[in-house]
């Protein structure tokens, strides 16, 4: 495995800015993160707070005790407890078969990251991937992109959710999910590791209760060896340790809202448009509405002192809130604006991986952190990362494709120019020349027809349609005879595209990272953790 880093541009341009560390850009944050001091600094900062170590480090180990261990787990857990630990921590939602290879690439950053901090800093670093499983999306993780005669297809899982339900909270239908799966996977292509990963889903669908079970399990499977602790947000017993939290949330849900809001009108006097779309009125927290199954999002009204949810059918004053944080905080969850608060009270954090549209939000939140007397951590973008494969790899030197064009652009510009360069203009001329006569010689017709037979008119124009049609069919027709001469050429266009440019996206926003597994074997994750990375905001090209 070899890596060649490229300087390409972030997905937007706030996280391209932030890249270069610009000063403009570095106001909004309180860390700069390719600064090792900063690192120090924010460590004296953690010493001097308190954290539930032994609580949080007892409700991971029981969250954890059903997915794939290891003695590096257990030391994790071990090291989280002691008093001067530190995280790098990130999340995403549950996608199944673990989603876009960019989860995979957040998961291989937190723990890529964590054991280089912990060898320059002298402390125990623990990696820590926080599943969003209160997410209630399920359209956003049902489903993955596989390849099928030359093009990208979508491949929703057939089960249906139709409430706004935490994922979290869906069942698994075990035999209609391993039916799906192994289709999944055989769509791939057989190789020598097909059978043995079959086997390993079939097991994990089978342990597994839950949509995020399911993606907890995988993950664990492929990462048990690094010391990766995990933990689920929409889990109800995490929330019994948040509700001193909560009730901070609560009581200045008014402030939080109006120190993101100057903070977005900071942010747009410096030209950057706004991320998070929320209302004057935000309380930033959903309620669980547990006999709909239904996560309802929050205002807050300041005159009644109520929160209102779902167009006035969910109304609960400010003590009946407070109540529900003390008594049932599993009716709570947060938002993507008191998320990031709730991840700081709880883990001693020492940075935060984050992808490109993360970095724009994370940016509108820094007077909320303020309100608290907290800081934001360093937040270090995570690693973009494209697997190239040595055969696309092959085919692109043969077309003469430049890969940090075909990174960004992807191929089908240089393929539309080699068809051109195809087509006969002879031929082309003809075929117009054709056309032209036609429709000069109808147009008579038509005017014939006018004024001797207007009946007549329709059915001219019909034939006239029908002509062209089957003049421009033979033309189609010829051209595809000079394809097909030169099908192999086009197909090696098709195959770099849909390697590295998948549905015109970047390959880590849609291939899924079993297309690879399956091609490379298990090893390939070990490989890719064994990887010399720097986190300096370059793109990733990874040989295999």
Known sequence: MEILNLSLPATNRFATDYLAQTPEIQSYFHYRFNDHLEYEKRLIEIQQRSYMR??????????????PASEKVKESIEKFKESNSTVIIGGQQAGILTGPLYTIHKIISIIALAKQKEEELNVPVVPVFWIAGEDHDYQEVNHVFVERNNKIEKKIYPEKVLDKRMVSTIDLNHNLCYQWVEGIIKSFGE???????????????????????????????????????????????????????????????KEITQK???????????GFERTLDISDQAANLFYYDQENNERILLDYNGESKQFIGKNGQVQLTLEQMLELAGEFPERLSNNVVTRPLMQEWLFPTLSFIAGPGEIAYWAELKQAFEWFGLKMPPIVPRLNITLLDRSIETDMAELGLDLRETLLVGTEKKKRDFLQNLKDEN??????????ELLFNYEKLEAYITTENIGMLPLLKKNEGKVIDQ???MENKLEESVQRKYEVVINKFDRVENALWPAGSPQERTLNSFYFINQHGPTLINDLLNGNFTFDGTHKIIRI
């Open 260 to 270: 993101v809001k100057a903070q977005q009108e900071e942010l747009k006097s410096n």
């Open 471 to 473: 003049i421009v069919f």
């Open 54 to 67: 032994n609580e949080l480090a007892a409700h991971i180990e029981e969250y954890m005790d059903k997915f």
């Open 191 to 253: 190789t020598i590791h097909t059978k043995d990963l079959l086997q390993v889903f079939d097991k994990a669908i089978h342990e597994s209760k839950t949509f995020v079970d399911f993606f907890a399990w995988i993950v664990m499977h492929l990462f048990k060896d690094s010391g990766l602790l995990i933990i689920d947000s929409g889990d109800e017993k995490i929330r019994k340790l948040e509700k001193e939290f909560f009730i901070k949330q609560i009581n200045d849900c």
């Open 427 to 436: 031929l082309d001329k003809l075929f117009e020349k054709m056309k032209q």
